[in-house]
């Protein structure tokens, strides 16, 4: 969460250093977007990897049920 937050601080700064006048950089939006991807992707691969071992676990406890 903490770091979502930082994400949205850094793009906001970006943007801002992006589109004020006489601004040499074009660019600096792209760090926060990037904290935003990397955030998202860890997110994803944690809940992809709970999922399947909850699976493992349901199929486990079955097996233990039927005994």
Not at 4 to 11: F, H, N
Not at 31 to 60: C, H, M, P
């Amino acid at each position: 969460m903490l770091l979502c937050i930082a994400a949205l601080i850094s793009l906001g700064l970006g943007l801002y250093q992006t589109f004020r006048p006489g601004s040499p950089n074009k660019l600096e939006w792209i760090e926060g977007v990037a904290i935003l991807a990397a955030v998202a992707i860890a997110t994803i691969a944690q809940s992809l990897n709970d999922y399947q071992k909850e699976k493992q676990f349901r199929k486990l406890n079955t097996k233990v049920l039927e005994l």
